[in-house]
């Protein structure tokens, strides 16, 4: 073994002389390499950093959370979107019923919005994003405040003139002045500051609080019919983590239907979206981008992998030799034949490890100047590594191939 | 001991070595000699079964290497030993390594220390003492020749073929790896068989000479015989350097 290495290393010598030698060649070949590989592991990298993204946004709406609404997330190309017009919208009472009857949810509540003008002093903000919320929200959806509280019970129930301002919010209408306790104008009523949401910034489907004001629901239920169709009235039910999605799905099910009095034989006249729902599109989404990925560094590979092939036979024939000597010392073919091919691999693997390099300096660099979690992962440099040494093998197959079954009668006839 | 009998070989229609039959003894430096072109190598070539012949034996011993296949061959192959033109050391490994080379290729079941020891009494048998850890590099151009004659009977050969083992030596240096391959020759009773152009190592060594002119042996003898052969390719091969015609006019004088 050492014995092998040692001499390997005499081959890789003999490599790097030749390869230096010859830079430009050198250099061509292994671009090849080095973009296929910057091509796949950046794509990776980036669908890695929007996977991401989207789980942990999942993760915000509650992974175990069902959403009660009367249109689905996800339309079947034989959708019959008339059909859906005139289902009734989800109510309040549905909501108390559905906690009567079911023993699988953790919490529920229901959410309407609108868009409306915040006004505070001589300060306002046009088409704020309004969510009225029973007082369950906090259950259902994770948040921190930055200060202040949340509903009381009390508040929740009795339809207080309570608010709770996104951060975005509260820093345009109040700049530096404290929020809590003043009074807002909604809806041309006085509304009380008891919180402001931490700010959380914008996730992949656009769900923040920042923008928002949350209102208790039956505040905005004195004044408006928050069961109407137009403030897109939805029940938030958040399951038991003992049971699985499919229980809480079909408990709901047949809650609601139940609720409705809907005959065996007709379709349901509500929708159960989730929102593991949104990321099994998003995997299929994710596969085109990695396949295009495969097929766009594939090339580059390939043209990289025949260039390692010419390296390696012009090396073969350089050695002619060097080979003819070690076989008429008895060298077995696989010997031969293992030095050629980690030449290659080792040819291969510098060329993929640049291209790695570069990833990680642009990930970096995008990092920095984009605010973006990009990252070259472990398992992409893996990934790299893997790739650079498979297309190592196989360009190297053949060469060492000629090599190993070389005649050693040069030898015998060697100038060294 | 090899026996060649009726040994022929051709490139297409040109034949070159036409029906050669002579016999390499135990325990004697052999020489193959002959101008460029007269066939030496393709003898030497066929002698070691790097090329096939046409027809024709090539019996070591009592095995007929010409019948064997080339996985058959391997027994033999392990008992000759080969001493290439301008030593071809590996100049990655060390003087022991290169020694220990077709010891680790060929004997799988030797234990490291005893691959070194071999090593270590082959090289104390050419006389290459404390350089074992040196690289080609390191050494002299003698030194390497010597370190290669050492590779060469690590495996305890019964046959070795020497390849211009001579070219690139100074005349002093050269001498010395004449007598040495000679010595070796007789003390370990090889069959050893020197491909040369170099009169002075068959005036040195040449126990047995073979003289290949357009692929014909066309003489066979000893040194001492060869200066008075006859034989006019032989003297035109003989005294074409002007040293070796005043050596033949003073033993004409004398």
Sequence with gaps: ?416 | MISITDLFKSFGDEAVLKKVNTVFDKGKTNLIIGQSGSGKTVFMKCLVGLLEPDSGSILYDDTNFTALTGHQRTDIRKKMGMLFQGSALFDSLTVEENVIFPLEMFNKHMSRKEKLDRANFCLDRVNIHNVNHLYPAEISGGMKKRVAIARAIANSPDYLFCDEPNSGLDPQTAILIDKLISEITEEFQMTTVVNTHDMNSVMEIGQHVVFLHKGNLWWEGTAEEILTSGNKEVEHFVYASELMMKIKNTKRSS
């Design chain 1, 1 to 416: 073994m050492i014995l092998f290495i040692r001499l390997f290393r005499e081959s890789a010598m003999f490599a790097w002389t030749s390869l230096i030698a010859n830079k430009l060649r050198t250099i061509l070949t292994l671009l090849g390499i080095t973009i296929g590989i910057f091509a796949i592991i950046s794509v990776f990298s980036i669908v890695d950093a929007l996977e991401r993204q989207i789980r942990t946004s999942i993760a915000s709406l509650g992974e175990n959370t069902i959403y009660i609404q009367k249109w689905p997330w996800e339309f079947s190309a034989d959708y019959a979107w008339w059909r859906y017009m005139n289902r009734p919208t989800p109510r309040i009472s549905e909501m108390d019923d559905i906690m009567r009857r079911t023993n699988v949810l953790e919490a529920a509540t229901f959410t309407a919005f609108t868009n409306r003008t915040v006004e505070y002093q001589n300060r306002s903000i046009d088409r704020v994003s309004i969510m009225a919320a029973s007082h369950d929200y906090d259950k259902v959806r994770f948040f921190e405040l930055e200060s202040g509280r949340y509903f009381s019970p009390t508040e929740s129930s009795a339809g207080r003139n309570v608010a709770i301002l996104g951060a975005e919010i509260a820093e345009n209408l109040f700049q530096d002045a404290d929020p809590l306790l003043k009074n807002l104008k909604i809806f041309g009523r006085n509304i009380e500051v008891v919180g402001v949401f931490d700010r959380e910034g914008e996730d992949t489907f656009g769900n923040s609080h920042d923008e928002t004001v949350l209102l208790p629901v039956n505040f905005v239920n004195s004044f408006i019919n928050v069961n109407s169709d137009r403030y897109n009235p939805a029940i938030l039910a958040r399951g038991k983590d003992i049971y699985s999605s499919d229980e809480i799905t079909d408990e709901l099910r047949g809650a609601m239907r139940s609720i409705r009095r809907i005959k065996p034989a007709a379709d349901d006249d509500f929708s159960l979206n989730q929102a593991s729902l949104l990321s099994t599109q998003f995997d299929g989404l994710f596969a085109i981008i990695k396949i295009a990925g495969w097929i766009i560094g594939g090339f580059s590979i390939l043209v990289g992998g025949f260039g390692i092939a010419n390296i390696m036979f012009v090396s073969v024939k350089e050695r002619t030799t060097i080979i003819g000597i070690q076989k008429a010392l008895g060298a077995k073919n696989y010997f031969i034949l293992l030095q050629f091919l980690a030449e290659a691999v080792i040819l291969s693997l510098m060329g993929g490890l640049l291209g790695l390099l570069l990833v990680f300096t642009g990930t970096w660099m995008a990092s920095m100047a984009f605010d973006m979690n990009l990252l070259l992962s472990m398992s992409n440099i893996m990934r790299g590594v893997n790739v650079s040494v498979i297309i190592g093998l196989i360009a190297g197959i053949l060469p060492a191939w000629s090599a190993a079954q070389l005649n050693p009668v040069d030898a015998i006839r060697a100038n060294t």
